[in-house]
Every structure is written in C-alpha cells, then in structure tokens.
C-alpha cells in the first residue's frame, strides 16, 4: 500500500501530485470494519435502560423538549447533502463510473462553504458553543465510559445537551470540513469557473501537490466519518437522536434518560417546541 502518487515535471524532477487511492479504500474499508466491529460488541453487551433522573428540575419540564432548532437543523441537512454529492463526484471517478464531475463538485463545494458560514454565524449568536466543545472533564468522563465499556469502571454520570462522543466527532467533521473548503477553494484556479480567473501557475508544482495531499486527506477522512455517522444514527437505540434531527424535539422521558437536567439547562424557549 503507498500513501502519495509522485510525477516528474517536465524538467524531470520527482513532484508530490495527490494521496494515493489505497488510502480512499483503507478509509472506506475502515468504516465498515468500524461498523462491524462494533455490531459484534453490541450484540455481546447489551445496553441497559438508563434510570431516568431524580433532579427536582425534572417535575417542571414538559413532554417535549427542543433540541435542534430550525436553524440546526436546517445547517445539518444542507451541509449533509452537500458532503454526500462531494464526496459522490470526487470518488466515483476512482471506482470507474465516469462522468462530467467538476462543475458539480465545485458548486457542492460552494455550497458547504455557505452552510458552514452560516453554522458559525448562527452558533455564535444564537446558540450556546460551550455545548459542543469537549473540555478536559469531557476526557475524563470519556476515559471512564471507555473503561466501563471493559467492565473495569461504574457508567459515567449523565452529559448535558452533547455527550462527549458527540463533541469529539463534531471537531473531526469540523477539521475536515475546513481541510476540504481551503484547500478546495485553492483548486477552483486551476478548472473554468465564474468566481476566479483560471491560473494554474499559481502556485509551484511542489506546493499544488501538498494543496491536493491535504484536500485528498481531508475528504478520506470524512469518508470514515460518514459511514460512523450513518451507522449511529440507524441504530435502534440512537433513533430518539436522530429523529430530533428531524423533527427538534425529544420526548421527556429520553431528556431524563440520557441527559443531566442540571448541566443541560432547558431554557423556556426549548420548552416550547
């Protein structure tokens, strides 16, 4: 297996040109060793029912509790269907299915840029960050579920609005996500497009090639990402998640469950979905 592709220029000397295409396969590979794996531990551990919690901030709550705004919602979707056409029109050339690609993967490209602009806007303004950034108790508490996932260790108390799995995978989408827009938005000057005059020369053969390096990692790297993601959000147990993403809300019962009411304080805008 090779990591990078090498060239010659034209003056003969050996130029860095992209990943190698084994990497796309041991990303694509990876994710379903991951899914398996994981499918085989699950059916060895059962989950146990979460107790609800005893907090006296559980009596005022109402049955639905907003979870995802329109907004997140919204950022989630579009970028969703964004990284999926990506990722279509920058790998199925790899596996031989030919077709008129690069038009339609800039302009899914644009439009990632634009629901990521708009995702930090909005997180900034009208959303709480400090949910979703993982801090050194979050290490704690993940180090402790690992160890209690061995039976070496009691479960780790109750998370607030994102456990810290959930942290952790936003900041590995986060660093791809901008590894693919920058590197991306360099590329554009090389194809036809209405943004940017076309000038390849812009930058050394050398340097185009560690542009197309971290472009190709970045996008391998979400090709793993995906496939985990898709694969949590399908499980029987994840599916209360994953319809919030549909519909905002979840249900009393699944705040009590799996969420700490004193370190996910629910805001009267959220009780009123």
Do not use: C
Not at 84 to 107: N, R, S
């Amino acid at each position: 297996m090779s990591f990078f592709q090498w060239a010659q220029n034209p003056w003969g000397q050996e130029i860095l040109v992209r990943i190698s295409w084994d990497l796309f396969w041991l990303a694509l590979f990876g994710g379903i060793a991951f899914v398996i794996g994981h499918l085989v531990w699950r059916s060895k551990h059962k989950e146990a029912p979460a107790a609800e919690s005893s907090s006296p901030k559980a009596a005022a709550l109402p049955e639905r509790i907003l979870r995802h705004p329109l907004g997140a919602r919204f950022f989630h979707w579009s970028m969703s269907a964004a990284v999926f056409v990506l990722l279509v029109t920058g790998f199925f050339p790899v596996l031989g299915i030919q077709f008129d690609w690069v038009t339609i993967h800039w302009i899914a490209g644009l439009v990632l840029i634009g629901t990521v602009v708009y995702h930090i806007v909005h997180a900034t303004f009208w959303q709480r960050l400090g949910n979703i950034w993982a801090g050194p108790s979050g290490m704690k508490e993940l180090r402790q579920g690992l160890m209690n996932a061995l039976g070496s260790a009691p479960p780790p108390p109750k998370p607030g609005k994102y456990p810290v799995e959930q942290q952790l995978f936003h900041h590995l989408v986060a660093l791809a996500s901008f590894g693919v827009i920058l590197t991306g938005l360099l590329m554009m000057v090389r194809v036809e497009n209405p943004l940017f005059a076309r000038n390849p020369y812009l930058l050394q053969d050398s340097t185009w090639g560690w542009v197309y390096v971290l472009h190709g990692l970045s996008a391998v790297g979400l090709v793993t990402m995906v496939i985990a993601h898709v694969y949590f959000a399908v499980l029987p147990e994840k599916r209360w998640m994953t319809m919030s993403m549909i519909a905002g809300w979840i249900s009393k019962k699944d705040f009590l469950a799996h969420h700490d009411p004193d370190r996910w304080v629910v805001t009267e805008e959220a009780k009123n979905p």
